[in-house]
């Protein structure tokens, strides 16, 4: 009970605090003295050689983070793209204080798949429904990360599709019993088609579909799972390379119509990311999408949208695909990060007719979907996706100006929204620009083989964009010197 007074009177302050936007400050090499201490203390209980530098988040706020020496950092990546409304948004703070479901899910999380709390209808209501992809509004599963959601999807995937297959509804006791035996009919052959440089997971299936980099797949057992090449487009998008990309693309969805035709183990479904993210924020054209959706409806395969990153609105629409107007939604769209919570929306038909086949004990966190509903409430009250789509353009016109300016170092502007990217020549060029950018109170993250990448919070004004723009003018005048 101490510590739960401690916590509310802590939400008290911090609600009632005025809430300053910081600046950049760099007082010390980043990481720092103290970052550098507390990385070495955490390296003999666990790997840190992913950790950049620690953060202190009780004094970060807004777009910009404080770190364990006390530097002051815009935040350009926001915690891998999950930090919807930045760090610590007066209004998640005062909806956490304000709930009166706050203590009950504080002290039990419940196992929502088979006593979840009175509330919980309601509250899937005024969160997850509320923003369900068109043609998607009847079925939410939720889960606890964005792999998980992956991977429930691919096996609700596998159901549907085995469930056309056979004449009945129930399985046969033949697979059954040869399902224990992991030896078909019962574990049939059955694949997932995704692209190259894509990323949908760590887990053996999501892992199976992955394939942005080799040493996250290395040593581990792997489905026969077929990939398509993913188009390469040339930039800028506009002009006389539009031909190209059009015939870039076109290349891409024969390879998909081949695979779906001729694969030795025949597709339940095709997974894919607006904008392919890990693997180097690759997009394609709305027509690309659309061709590859009536590919899947022609093949009688499920058509799996990740939006696991680019859900949420930081594309300009809460969820990227809208931008390509598809005729026949998607049978599924998965989702994490910024929405706080994971899981898949899907068509009523993706369903299973059977009980506990898309299970487990928790089934995601009602504590989280209070936040979930704060973040959807604000981006609602404040407008966010509007901003989201002008401070933007404001974002890329400031990136393609540097482009003309510094053409060696940046290249290939893109994106959509504040979801952006440009190339260095490679990676070790890459990694020195991100390093030194933070000596100049600016954090971004790297991706692909040489990509650069901007996940702002969607609260990004353009006064944060000129001190981005700036900081990011002088690293290339100290670097290009």
């Known amino acids: 009970m101490k510590n739960c007074a401690k916590l509310c009177r802590t939400l008290s302050t911090l609600a009632n605090a005025s809430y300053i936007n910081l600046k950049p400050s760099v007082v010390t090499d980043i990481p720092g003295p103290r970052s550098k201490e507390l990385s070495s203390k955490l390296d003999s209980i666990q790997e840190t050689r992913t950790v950049s530098f620690f953060i202190d988040f009780e004094k970060s706020q807004g777009n910009y983070l404080v770190d364990a020496d006390g530097n002051v950092l815009l935040d350009m990546f926001c915690q891998i793209a999950s930090l919807p409304l930045g760090y610590n948004h007066p209004a998640i703070i005062q909806a956490m204080k304000d709930s009166s479901q706050l203590l009950s899910f504080l002290v039990q999380r419940p196992a929502l798949g088979v006593n979840p709390p009175v509330q919980w209808p309601q509250v899937l209501q005024e969160t997850l429904q509320s923003v369900a992809p068109r043609g998607l509004e009847e079925v939410v599963t939720t889960c606890g990360c964005g792999t998980s959601a992956n991977e429930n999807a691919f096996k609700a995937a596998f159901i549907w599709k085995r469930a056309k297959q056979r004449p009945g509804v129930e399985p046969t006791t033949e697979e059954l019993e040869s399902a224990m035996q992991n030896r078909s009919p019962g574990s049939p052959s059955l694949s997932i088609l995704s692209f190259e440089n894509s990323f949908h997971g760590r887990t053996l299936g999501s892992l199976s579909a992955t394939r942005s980099k080799a040493l996250y797949k290395v040593d581990f057992p792997a489905f ?48 894919v990311e607006p904008i392919l993210s890990e693997g180097g924020d690759l997009s394609a054209s709305p027509r690309f999408f659309r061709e590859l959706r009536e590919l899947a409806l022609l093949n009688e395969v499920a058509f799996i949208v990740d939006e696991v990153q680019t859900g949420c609105g930081a594309t300009g629409t809460f969820w990227a695909h809208e931008a390509w107007e598809l005729s026949t939604p998607p049978d599924m769209v998965t989702f994490s990060k910024k929405m706080q919570v994971s899981g898949y929306y899907a068509r009523k038909g993706l369903r299973p007719a059977q009980c506990s086949r898309i299970f487990g004990t928790w089934m995601g966190d009602p504590l ?77 993250g790297g991706c692909g083989k040489n990509t650069c990448r901007l996940r702002p919070a969607l609260i990004l004004e353009s006064d944060d964009v000129e001190v981005f723009i700036e900081a990011l003018n002088r690293t290339l005048k100290a670097i290009s010197t």
């Open 224 to 271: 026969e799972w077929p990939v398509a090449p993913f188009p390469k487009l040339r930039y800028p998008l506009q002009g006389k390379q539009d031909l190209n990309n059009i015939k870039e693309e076109d290349r891409c969805l024969k390879s998909v119509s081949n695979i779906l035709s001729t694969h030795p183990v025949p597709v339940a479904a095709i997974i």
């Open 368 to 444: 989280r979907m209070l936040h979930c509903k704060a973040i959807l409430d604000t981006i609602n009250s404040e407008k966010l996706l509007e901003r989201v789509k002008h401070t933007g353009e404001y974002l890329k016109s400031g990136l393609m100006e540097l482009s003309n300016r510094f053409p060696e170092h940046i290249k290939n502007v893109r994106g959509r929204g504040t979801f952006l990217a440009w190339d260095c020549n490679n990676s070790e060029e890459r990694d020195h620009f991100i390093s030194a950018l933070r000596q100049y109170g600016v954090n971004i």
